[in-house]
């Protein structure tokens, strides 16, 4: 662990953490030498292995992109990108400030990328699920405010790909090793290890901390609710399952404007996990007087584990009981993956 770069790390994000490992929030260890070129080229072949199926390559596919919200937190947005073979590029592209896909993205976001900013080559090895992403010179006049967050929603636009999971930036052809501005480290390839609009709760002793991913709701201007993933770094718990249902019930902080997804009033639940499926069995606290469970409650919770899990399904039960109806009027009698994309929000 280095201590300067991980104390670099912890004073932009306003916390001082350590995670479980106690290794820095950016993943120190080397991934297998892809040997780019000093201007990291757009392999098409390689490039290709990002796009969620072939038919959407001809009909515009819907991707996540992360923006910065009129709170200020970095969120998922789903949108759809025009027809192309570049689906990862794309993505990147409709994230920059005024940018392409700026139609596109609803009233309230901003994007994270400075404003002029072209993605100049995007390399995505297969075998080590590493992308390597070149920026233009441009990257470089982001607000210093939001260098952390820059990094945030490029690191987990990229590795909501299946085939990526961790990233590397360069700009103008050179790998970065710290951010220019705040001069923020960067050990290495970023993976979503770094976490995500960072807290730290306040029982959480410093060098003590496991983090988890929580998604609260948030809302447009519009009135149309969205989620939020925060990062929130807790006392250390090998039990990370239990601690992530523990937090949601807890709720968002208060200087957060994010609001509870589970009520206060519900039950920790018992939870079991094993041969990729985490179940979940609540009791009937969980139920609303209609007898139906809260459909975003029941959402965050399976974006929450999943986040935790990988690529583990969610079994959620009342009183042992696989038949929950919800308000949404979605099914939860089977296991439930992770969705695709997050917030399709309406314009």
């Known amino acids: 662990m280095r201590l300067t770069k991980w104390t670099k790390w912890v004073a932009i994000a306003g916390v001082t953490v350590a995670l479980t490992s106690g290794c820095s929030l950016l993943k120190s260890k080397e991934s297998e030498q892809i040997d780019p070129p000093p201007n990291v080229t757009n392999t098409g072949a390689k490039g290709d292995d990002a796009v969620p199926g072939s038919a959407t390559v001809q009909q515009g596919a819907q991707v996540t992109v992360y923006m910065k919200d009129k709170n200020g937190n970095v969120a998922p947005v789903t949108v759809r990108i025009p027809k192309t073979e570049a689906v990862a590029r794309k993505t990147l592209e409709f994230m920059v400030q005024d940018g392409a896909g700026k139609d596109a993205i609803p009233a309230g976001f901003t994007g994270l990328l400075p404003k002029g900013t072209t993605v100049k080559g995007l390399d995505i090895n297969t075998t080590t699920k590493t992308a390597t992403v070149d920026f233009s010179k441009e990257f470089n006049a982001y607000d210093p405010a939001d260098e952390r967050k820059l990094l945030e929603a490029v690191t987990w636009a990229l590795t909501g790909f299946p085939n990526v999971n961790e990233v590397r930036i360069w700009v103008e052809g050179k790998e970065l090793k710290q951010m220019p501005q705040g001069k923020l480290p960067?050990?290495?390839?970023?993976?979503?290890?770094?976490?995500?609009?960072?807290?730290?709760?306040?029982?959480?002793?410093?060098?003590?901390?496991?983090?988890?991913?929580?998604?609260?709701?948030?809302?447009?201007?519009?009135?149309?609710?969205?989620?939020?993933?925060?990062?929130?770094?807790?006392?250390?718990?090998?039990?990370?399952?239990?601690?992530?249902?523990?937090?949601?019930?807890?709720?968002?902080?208060?200087?957060?404007?994010?609001?509870?997804?589970?009520?206060?009033?519900?039950?920790?639940?018992?939870?079991?996990?094993?041969?990729?499926?985490?179940?979940?069995?609540?009791?009937?606290?969980?139920?609303?007087?209609?007898?139906?469970?809260?459909?975003?409650?029941?959402?965050?919770?399976?974006?929450?584990?999943?986040?935790?899990?990988?690529?583990?399904?969610?079994?959620?039960?009342?009183?042992?009981?696989?038949?929950?109806?919800?308000?949404?009027?979605?099914t939860y009698s089977k296991p439930v993956s992770r969705p695709t994309n997050v917030n399709a929000i309406k314009m």
Do not use: C, W
């Open 186 to 330: 960067i050990d290495g390839a970023l993976t979503r290890a770094m976490g995500i609009n960072l807290e730290r709760d306040a029982d959480a002793d410093f060098g003590q901390t496991t983090p988890v991913t929580l998604y609260f709701l948030a809302q447009t201007d519009s009135h149309e609710p969205y989620y939020v993933p925060v990062t929130r770094l807790i006392k250390r718990t090998d039990d990370k399952a239990k601690a992530t249902i523990e937090q949601l019930i807890a709720g968002p902080s208060e200087k957060s404007k994010l609001s509870s997804v589970v009520a206060p009033t519900v039950e920790l639940p018992k939870i079991e996990s094993a041969n990729g499926l985490i179940t979940v069995n609540f009791s009937d606290t969980l139920l609303g007087p209609d007898k139906k469970a809260p459909g975003e409650a029941l959402q965050a919770i399976v974006l929450s584990l999943t986040e935790m899990a990988g690529d583990a399904k969610v079994q959620i039960k009342v009183n042992d009981d696989v038949k929950i109806t919800s308000t949404d009027n979605q």
